[in-house]
């Protein structure tokens, strides 16, 4: 069964804005990701936190974790265009096989110049 | 360099017929992955090859079948095509473990007709 659900399912912003998403699931986890998928293309790792952190950045990501909410979120400072992109998160979940990532049906970032 | 690389990019073909989905990766990773993600998106994994040896098959129709000659190649074949397996195939890889990161190829845009 699906394990991530984000939301919004679409965020349109200006560039220079902050974008917000987030992310809810269902089971315990050893850890949540963020993906990043542009138009056409594969899908690209961005960010990994753990079960037992609560924040982690990675230049104008900021993404956060509450494991009591079973919840997560995503923060990109300042936008820009190129961060026009479909982003996923996909659980690990505890016990589950290796590698067998749960993804959410992702939220459409569109970034206007 | 491509780090996980798969061919065809795209494939148009008539339902009956059979294809093949190749992915290389050149990471030295042990441990490969099909997903799949469909019109709406979700992208839900098929299989998981750890050296060679198949450890997730997720319920997908036998006529689905993988094949690993070596821990850097992870073939798709697909016999007896339908409609309904138009889709983008996703080749990926990590190394062995639970929580590493797993590096996604462009995709395989299959479309059935």
């Known amino acids: 069964s699906q394990q991530g659900e984000e939301d919004p399912q679409a965020l349109s912003i200006q560039e220079g804005e902050n974008a917000t998403m987030n992310c809810s699931y269902k089971?315990?986890?050893?850890?949540l990701q963020w993906y990043r998928q542009n138009s056409g293309r594969g899908l690209v790792h961005l960010i990994l936190?753990?079960?037992?952190?609560r924040e982690k950045h990675s230049g104008r990501l900021r993404v956060t974790l509450d494991t009591s909410k079973k919840s997560s979120s995503l923060l990109i400072t300042a936008s820009r265009a190129a961060d026009t992109a479909s982003y996923f998160c996909?659980?690990?979940?505890?016990?589950?096989?290796?590698?067998?990532?749960?993804f959410g049906k992702g939220t459409k970032l569109s970034v206007k110049p | 360099d491509t780090a996980v690389s798969q061919t065809p990019k795209y494939l148009v073909t008539q339902m009956g017929n059979d294809k093949s989905i190749k992915c290389e990766q050149n990471?030295?990773?042990?441990?490969m992955y099909w997903y799949k993600q469909d019109s709406k998106k979700f992208l839900k994994i098929m299989f998981s090859?750890?050296?060679?040896?198949?450890?997730i098959n997720e319920t997908v129709p036998n006529r689905f079948s993988p094949k690993s000659p070596d821990k850097a190649h992870l073939n798709l074949h697909i016999n007896s095509l339908e409609l309904g397996d138009s889709a983008v195939y996703f080749c990926?890889?990590?190394?062995?473990?639970?929580?590493?990161?797993?590096?996604f190829g462009e995709g395989s845009w299959l479309t059935v007709v």
């Open positions: 990926a890889s990590s190394r062995q473990g639970a929580g590493n990161t797993i590096y």
């Open positions: 089971t315990s986890i050893n850890n």
């Open positions: 936190i753990r079960s037992n952190e």
């Open positions: 996909a659980t690990d979940e505890y016990g589950g096989s290796q590698g067998n990532l749960i």
């Open positions: 990471l030295g990773h042990d441990t």
């Open positions: 090859y750890n050296n060679k040896e198949l450890i």
